[in-house]
């Protein structure tokens, strides 16, 4: 290769590297999920583990509030780093106070917005969600449940009894299940292979609610009041 076919060469993937660098950049600006930006006011940047459920919580507003007032067309696609609108435009109507996502139909008002408020002043007491050696523990911000390495083939359960608010895929988890068990508590279960409950169902304590692929990891969330806390100040201890 020839001196100068070398530095065009080199050139035109310095201009490639460039212009992709660019397009990156305008892609995530346009998407509002530029990284270590303070959120404006009336303004929520989505972190790792949200969804627009917890968030509408978090707010005191409703996920069909939310997902109107950005334009969402499936509520269970954000990104981290997104910055979702939880105040109203302009001349919007709220329906602030009402938080019902799809397949929750008898939620009621929400809950105080726990950034600012103490958690859940109720307790919940769960079993183990799967067997199998606990390969990750709660060490947030990074890792916000637990990580169990279940069988292939191995079934999850539901930890306490409740209902399916969410049966489906959501970037971060996967196939993902999540149970309500009151105002206060949820259980959230990533990275099924299947689901083996739908959306609404009601669910016994110790039910199978999902299944496990080849050489998977369950990530296992307790949240109080839309934030994650520590699963195992919940579970019994293991022999």
């Known amino acids: 290769m020839t ?4 530095v065009n060469l080199h050139t035109r993937r310095r201009a ?7 397009s990156l950049a305008a892609m995530l600006a346009a998407c509002g999920t530029t ?6 006011e009336g303004f929520y940047r989505v972190e790792r583990g949200d969804t627009l459920y917890s968030i509408a919580r978090r707010n005191k507003r409703s996920v069909a509030d939310l997902s109107r007032w950005n334009d969402l067309s499936n509520s269970n696609q954000i990104e981290v780093g997104q910055l979702i609108r939880v105040r109203p ?11 019902a996502p799809s397949g929750d139909r ?14 859940p002043a109720s307790s919940i007491s769960l079993q183990w969600p799967a067997d199998g050696r606990i390969s990750g523990r709660y060490a947030p911000p990074g890792e916000k449940g637990l990580r169990i390495e279940v069988p292939a083939g191995g079934k999850v359960r539901a930890a306490a009894s409740g ?4 049966v ?4 971060g988890y996967g196939m993902l299940v999540i149970v309500k068990h009151n105002d206060d508590w949820l259980t959230v279960y990533g990275n099924l292979d299947r689901p083996l409950v739908k959306e609404g169902d009601r669910v016994s304590t110790g039910q199978d609610i999902g299944s496990m692929g080849e050489a998977a990891e369950l990530h296992f969330e307790v949240r109080g009041n839309g934030r994650p806390v520590n699963p195992a100040n919940y579970l019994p201890s293991r022999g």
């Open 163 to 166: 209902w399916a608010i969410h």
């Open 168 to 171: 489906g895929t959501l970037r």
């Open 3 to 6: 001196r100068t076919h070398h």
């Open 35 to 40: 990284p270590g930006e303070p959120a404006p």
């Open 16 to 22: 490639l590297g460039g212009l992709a660098a660019m």
């Open 106 to 119: 008898s939620a009621r008002a929400a809950s105080p917005d726990p950034a600012s408020s103490k958690p």
């Open 89 to 99: 435009p302009a001349g919007a109507s709220s329906s602030a106070g009402t938080v």
